[in-house]
């Protein structure tokens, strides 16, 4: 027999003396190929489809009382319903639906009045019902949208639906003595709340992928649903990659990489599939639909199984559940207690701050820094100078200690009176640095630590005009070519006035003095 199908790139994969070989192979079609080069993948147009599973902050699962608190002891949160055991029955957490319908209206959803629950069956050690708990042809949300920017260019993407599920458990691989032989499973997870968040196939490229990803999880968390901290698995996302010729209208085939969880790995995931897909076509041979894992340590992603299809689920209406009714009252309730989301924020801070846009998305990262922000720029009526401190200093010193906004050592107001300090001339701006770095470390105020340390910028003019007097008289040789037209060592004499006052002069009023002196 002729081989029927060569793993190699580019060769081709049959025996053309052989017809049958030949259709045979065609059928195979060509699996590996390699990775395309840039020239290759140019030639080609991502598709790109987010499907981001985000756990919602309750204190109890989503159909019973067990907590779902992180990284307690392993099986130390389940109960009957968890465990599916006999006649135990879910009661849907009422929290969870609030904040399910929470996110939705963050992300522009349309909430449905009347959604269902439905049995997605399939057998796994992580899920002992047999089935999980979700949303299928009924969901809770639709056709929401999110807008990203990407190099300051902006896009809308749009979300096709968001649902309501039950999270598994986890099966645990590696870790025992004999792991060799087993796998474990925790169930603390199994039964908490998720809302799973489809996107439509808007997006074409990685960083799109990356910059819809941050928006998401930034909405999410300032809505309140959910703090989507990603070490401790809040927030997962499997990515749906196809590809197709520039130009083409039809959608490639896609894969599904599963449960990437860093957005890093999103963004390797996504290029390392597109590359892989690109090489295959271009090889002639097809992309077939399947779930691939991706590898962090290779950076590869592998094929895990074909893609399930719905009807493998066999999905039915969950009988255990009835119907999930919001009603418009509810949802409006909910809509009227919606804190400010980003992109309203960032836009009030350009409007009522006159940040750039830039300073804007940066002061809007963390609802804790947005809020830092805000306290400093109207206690210092400086919004400017405030934005420039707490992304600068403030969060240059609270990076290298490894603190949060939260955590500062100096509170919003401290930092508007240093900041008060500098506009008034009190202060100069080099040693308002050293002031900053002391109020830092010690958690003294700035008039405290100017008070005791005789930091106070000199603005006394008789007092500056006394040294740069004395200055002069030492220096006849520096005043002579001075006044001979060499005006440039001006710089000799501000050096000399600051050195005299340890840094302390204000710069301008030197300069001001120096010329009336030299020049009159
Ligand atoms: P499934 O349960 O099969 O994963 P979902 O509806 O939950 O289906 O998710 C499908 C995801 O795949 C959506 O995010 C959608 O935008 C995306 N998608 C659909 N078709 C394509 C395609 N051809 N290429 C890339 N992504 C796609
Ligand atoms: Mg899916």
Known sequence: MPPLANRSAGKPCYNSSFP?????????????????????????????????????????????????????????QTDPVVLGLPGALPVLNRKAVALAVRASLALDCRVNRYSQFAR????????????????????????????IDVNGTRKRIGITRLHMEEDAGKTVHDGFSDSQRYSYVDLNRAGAPLCEIVSEPDIRSSEEAVAYLNELKLIVQFSGASDCDMEKGQLRCDANVS???????????????????????????????????AALLEA??????????????????????????AHDY?????????????????????????????????????????????????????????????AAAQASS????????????????????????????????????????????????????????????????????????????ISDTGELEAIIADLLAKSPQQVAQYRGGKTGVIGFFVGGVMRATRGQANPKLVNELLKKALDG
Not at 65 to 76: K, L
Not at 125 to 146: C, H, N, T, V
Not at 257 to 268: A, E, H, L, T, W
Not at 353 to 361: F, N, P
Request: hydrophobic content about 40%; charged content about 25%.
């Open 243 to 277: 590809i197709r010729p520039r130009g083409q209208k039809e959608f490639g085939t896609r894969c599904e990489i599963k449960n990437v969880n860093s957005f890093r790995y999103v963004k390797q995931a996504i290029e390392y599939e597109i590359a892989r897909q």
């Open 382 to 457: 400086r919004p400017k100078t405030a934005a420039n401190w707490v992304q600068g200093e403030l969060m240059g010193a609270l990076n290298a200690a490894g603190k949060k906004i939260e955590d500062s050592p100096i509170a919003a107001e401290e930092l508007a009176a240093l900041i008060k300090l500098i506009h008034d001339g009190s202060l100069s701006g080099k040693l308002a640095k050293e002031v900053f770095a002391k109020m830092f470390a010690g958690g003294k105020s700035a008039a405290e630590i100017v008070a005791a340390e005789g930091l106070q910028q």
């Open 314 to 374: 066999r999905y039915f209406p969950e009988p255990d559940l009835p119907p999930l009714i919001v009603s418009d009252a509810w949802q409006q309730e909910i809509r009227g207690a919606m804190p400010e989301l980003p992109p309203a924020k960032r836009r009030r801070f350009v409007a009522e701050y006159g940040l750039s846009e830039y300073d804007a998305r940066v002061l809007t990262l963390t609802k804790a820094a947005a809020d830092y922000f805000e």
């Open 284 to 309: 002639g041979g097809t992309v077939i639909q399947e779930t691939r894992l991706f590898n962090t340590a290779t950076g590869a992603t592998a094929g895990m199984r074909g893609k399930e299809e």
């Open 20 to 76: 049958l070989g030949r259709a045979v192979c065609k059928l195979m079609s060509i699996v590996d190929a390699g990775l395309a080069d840039a020239a290759t993948i140019a030639k080609y147009e991502p598709v790109i489809g987010l499907e981001v599973h985000v756990q919602l902050k309750t204190n109890t699962k989503i159909f019973s009382a067990s907590s779902h608190e992180f990284g307690n002891a392993p099986n130390t």
């Open 120 to 147: 997605k069956n399939y057998f796994y050690p992580d899920l002992p019902k047999g089935y999980q708990i979700s949303q299928y042809d009924k969901p809770l949300a639709e056709r929401g949208l999110l807008d």
